[in-house]
């Protein structure tokens, strides 16, 4: 199977799972596991912040930075296709009684300025206090496009200027930092908070990381208690994640360029790539009305898997064990499928 469905389905690396073998663990709670420890001080110093803390997910991870930054009642602006608005069941409404004010994600995965600024709301009894702006980078629903650097930097000016926080979904950084040929710190200079994720693109089995100031990861550290995502020996799980961080940033150029390779055969198809595409993902268009469960059926019996987006949209993400030549032959499942 060439299974293009996300970059979550990958497996561990051998090295990952010799590392898991070998972790020296302890009770993470009491913050006496050493491998957990690395791996933390490993992301702060890599995201240029004071702290971070292994979660089990990135949607925990989002989860608490939006509980620590918002009270209920709070309000956190955030675009319509972010993946912490539209795929995280709600959290933070259902959990944190923080109500989002939604705004539109532009095509290249922004927010518009003078949108932001129009949403913010001025001191009044009746309105909930806006309290933080979230962007995502890479934009997943935007086919993995990268924030230019200097819209995060001009988001950072107009948070201070009223005070608000900003809280970045990172779960792909690093490929927008191999994208940009940047430091994954600079990228995550302006925001106060990130999630990152260890278990897309850089094929760790499992595992996010929130980084912040000293003081929000300990507030962190408590939010993720309330959720239940205290570990015990979870240096077996961040063993993978160092090995991920030290050995898998580089190649995600790989996974770029087989997107890129995809994205062309798949125009040639007569099929519309709908945005351009920067890092490994594909959001594609068919070029006819046939039922887009029947053409994931057909492609699937050939041993192709991608999801569908909607009635004629479609994702292909690529990722460690999709090759060149996988992407050959997946192309030439599609033009089979017609
Ligand atoms: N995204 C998954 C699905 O949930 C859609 C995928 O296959 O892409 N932020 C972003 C931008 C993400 O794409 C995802 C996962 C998450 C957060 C959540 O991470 P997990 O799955 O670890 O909770």
Not at 137 to 157: C, D, K, Q
Not at 248 to 258: F, G, K, S, T, V
Not at 269 to 297: C, M, W
């Amino acid at each position: 199977m060439i299974d293009l469905r996300s970059d979550t389905v990958t497996q561990p690396t051998p090295a990952m799972r010799r590392a898991m073998a070998e972790a020296p663990v302890g009770d993470d709670v009491y913050g006496e596991d050493p491998t957990v420890n690395h791996l933390e001080a490993l992301v702060a110093e890599l995201l240029g912040k004071e702290a971070a803390l292994f979660v089990p997910s990135g949607t925990m991870g989002n989860l608490i930075c939006l509980l620590v930054h918002c009270g209920r009642g709070d309000e956190y602006i955030v675009g319509d296709s972010q993946h912490t608005y539209l795929y995280e069941a709600g959290g933070a409404s259902a959990v944190g009684g923080i109500h989002p004010r939604v705004l539109p994600n532009q095509p290249d995965g922004t927010l518009a300025l003078g949108e932001i600024e129009a949403a913010i709301r001025p001191e009044n009894v009746h309105f909930p206090r806006t309290k933080l702006i979230a962007l995502e980078n890479t934009h997943n629903r935007m086919g993995g496009r990268v924030l230019p650097p200097e819209y995060v930097r001009h988001v950072r000016t107009l948070a201070d200027r009223y005070n608000l926080r900003l809280h970045g979904d990172g779960a792909r950084l690093w490929n927008a930092a191999v994208a940009l040929g940047m430091e994954p710190a600079e990228l995550a200079a302006p925001f106060d908070s990130l999630s990152v994720c260890l278990s897309k693109g850089l094929a760790a089995p499992v595992g996010s990381l929130v980084v912040g100031s000293r003081d929000f990861i300990a507030e962190a550290r408590r939010a993720r208690k309330l959720l239940g995502g205290g570990m015990r020996q979870a240096g077996v799980l961040a063993a993978a994640g160092i090995v991920a961080l030290t050995e898998m940033i580089p190649r995600l150029a790989e996974d770029h360029d087989n997107a890129r390779r995809l994205a062309e055969g798949l125009e040639t198809l007569g099929y519309e790539v709908l945005h351009p595409v920067e890092t490994n993902i594909v959001i594609f268009r068919q070029p006819d009305k046939r039922p887009s469960e029947e053409r994931v059926a057909a492609w699937r019996e050939r041993g192709l898997l991608v999801h569908a987006l909607g009635n004629d949209t479609y994702r292909a993400v690529t990722h460690y064990g999709i090759s060149t030549s996988d992407i050959r032959q997946a192309l030439e499942i599609v033009a089979a499928v017609g």
